[in-house]
């Protein structure tokens, strides 16, 4: 990500009186992902429906949370944007309660206005203003790629100027507006929302540990490290730094990106100097343009898919199957056209792999593994391509395909950092865009179990984890604006498969037509009268909601089908991704076992 000047808005202010809704505040621990499931208090606002005017947008929710660090912001519209990239879509924030300072606005004084499609915002304070950029109120937002909803959290001690708070006081108003032709006020003109902080504490989370779960377990490190190198190597300013990293993490398999002077054997060179091969080890690796993998595990094949690399590697002893890996770095910023293109080559490769008599042809059962700096802060079409085959452009890359073996998705690895409750895996104080989740781990889950998993930021690990580990706080900014994202895997054990073939006790799920397309629909057939429970859980193991719960009554022997629409018990619809529905059955007869079974399936919305 490169330093793009930011754009001019103009916005004329209103002054009304207003009426207040409700004041209220809820501490919580937010896991900024882009995800939204851990939103599981009470909805600040619910703006009314077709009240946008001519722009398209309207906004259907506006929700806060707080900790002790930030204010989190919830926010949902009825269309997909790009939230940095063009749009009219602005925040302000009321932080003295004063309607006459600051910038007169919807019937508030707003002394913070932050325009996200400019990526820039203005701080008022004493009759003046000045230009803020989101370093100044260590702004963060995800997701990076089109959606309709986003969660930002903006920094509670911030001094936007360098001087003087932001937040002053307990409480604050406030607005959202799509500045435009009759655009969409969430709260409406005539109404304040008025948030006020909780100091109910959040306990912060507690570090990752870097050990791998069990020893046997096979680590996978994708980094941008665009600082390493230097021409003709390696840049010994650097590389002490490197060193830390990659002795800490102890790596089986590193994906490379922005390795464009140093060769694969200098490459393999410098990891053989951090961590020395033990007997029978060696450090193996290929390239193509700057993605360069090594490996512990023989390179038995390479190819080139665009510009990222694709190599085969001799993982059987470790995993029960060979690993199909591709190092990708897709194109930067606003080149969708050319990004979209790569996502959908790469996605015919291993559509092609999974076919008997292709140009690359790999057993059944071979894990496929996609890591690497997808620079995905466009489209969400993008995303989506590389999780479930869904290709764009079918009259040149081929036919839409379930990428993994067992006819579903592929797997995602979205991690906390080590300390925080963030998934960004890209930042850069300097620019004017904020941190992004940018860096990427997909994976066939049929086969392979996810252990640990964690994105690596030293500035913001504590003295005591740094020493734990023998790292310094400088170490990851100085190799790269990219964070090293870090994930364990292991073979999958019977008690870790998603689908209990036949079912268990007869018990079993399956996807119905129509998956996946603003709603999951799916079957669960029963041998025998019984209790049914359905329960969804996101990627990271957490409880959405409860669809159906055992004291529904007794459902007769036969198949059932049930929707999903994304809704939970509480809180905004759950976004496009994986999912996992488990069933468990309570068969009436007082002597049967209680039965169970879980299906990944996909919603897109």
């Not at 941008?224 to 730094?241: H, I, K, M």
């Not at 906390?416 to 960004?424: G, K, N, P, V």
Request: net charge negative; charged share 20%; hydrophobic share 45%.
């Amino acid at each position: 990500m490169r330093h793009r000047p930011p754009v001019a808005i103009v916005l004329a202010g209103v002054l009304l009186l207003a009426l207040p809704l409700r004041a209220g505040g809820e501490s919580a621990a937010i896991f900024l992902d882009g995800f939204f499931t851990d939103w599981t208090g009470a909805v600040e606002h619910l703006d009314p429906a077709a009240d946008s005017g001519t722009s398209g947008i309207d906004f259907r929710a506006l929700d806060l949370a707080n900790d002790g660090e930030y204010l989190f912001v919830r926010f949902e519209l009825t269309v997909p944007v790009g939230l940095q990239e063009a749009n009219n879509l602005e925040l302000y924030l009321d932080t003295d309660m004063n309607a006459g300072t600051g910038l007169a606005v919807g019937g508030i004084g707003a002394e913070l206005l932050w325009q996200f499609g400019a990526r820039t915002g203005r701080f008022y304070r004493l009759g003046s203003s000045v230009q803020i950029f989101q370093d100044d109120i260590r702004l963060r937002e995800l997701p990076s790629v089109t959606s309709p909803e986003f969660e930002i959290a903006i920094g509670r001690n911030v001094r936007p100027d360098g001087v003087n708070l932001l937040f002053t006081g307990n409480s604050m108003r406030v607005l959202v507006h799509d500045v435009g032709t009759n655009g969409d006020y969430a709260p409406n003109i005539g109404t304040t929302l008025t948030y006020s902080f909780d100091a109910t504490p959040v306990s912060p989370p507690a570090p990752t540990s870097f050990a791998r779960v069990t020893p046997t377990d096979v680590r996978i490190v994708t980094w941008n490290a665009r600082d390493l190198e230097a021409p003709g190597g390696f840049n010994p300013g650097v590389t002490p730094s490197a060193d830390r990293v990659f002795s800490a993490l102890d790596p089986d398999i590193v994906c490379f990106q922005e390795i464009y002077n140093a060769t694969p054997a200098q490459t393999a060179a410098l990891l053989e100097s951090f961590l020395p091969s033990g007997a029978g080890e060696a450090w193996y690796a290929a390239e193509v343009n700057d993605c360069i993998v090594v490996s512990r595990f023989p390179i038995v094949s390479q190819w080139a898919i665009d510009l990222n690399l694709a190599v085969l590697l001799d993982a059987d002893a470790a995993l029960g199957h060979d690993i199909l890996l591709v190092d990708a770095h897709l194109p930067c910023c606003t080149n969708n056209a050319g990004r979209q293109a790569e996502a959908d080559n790469i996605m015919r490769f291993f559509r092609d792999a999974m076919t008997a008599g292709g140009t690359v042809t790999v057993p059944s059962g071979t894990h496929f593994m996609l890591a690497g700096d997808m620079n995905l802060v466009g489209f969400a079409q993008q995303l989506v391509t590389l999780l479930t085959g869904d290709i764009a452009d079918n009259a040149t890359y081929g036919p839409d395909f379930a990428p993994d073996w067992d006819g579903t998705a592929f797997g995602e690895v979205v991690s906390s950092q080590t300390e925080r409750r963030f998934a960004y895996t890209w930042r850069s104080d300097t620019s004017a865009f904020a941190p992004g989740r940018l860096d990427f781990i997909i994976y066939t889950d049929s086969g392979m179990h996810l252990e640990r998993h964690f994105s690596l930021y030293t500035p913001e690990m504590s003295a005591a984890q740094l020493s734990l580990y023998g790292l310094q706080a400088n170490d990851v900014t100085t190799v790269s604006d990219h964070l090293p994202h870090v994930a364990d895997f292991r073979p999958l054990r019977t008690s870790d498969v998603d689908d209990v073939a036949g079912g268990e006790g007869g018990l079993q799920i399956t996807a119905a037509a129509g998956s996946g397309r603003g709603a999951v629909r799916f079957a669960v057939a029963l041998a025998e009268p019984a209790r049914l429970r359905l329960e969804v859980f996101d990627v990271r193991g957490t409880l959405v909601t409860t669809l159906r719960d055992d004291d529904a009554g007794v459902l007769p022997a036969g198949s059932h089908r049930f929707v999903w629409d994304g809704s939970r018990a509480a809180g905004p619809r759950a976004p496009s991704g994986a999912y996992f529905v488990r069933a468990i059955a309570s068969p009436t007869r007082a002597e049967a076992a209680i039965q169970a079974a879980t299906k990944k399936l996909l919603l897109i919305r």
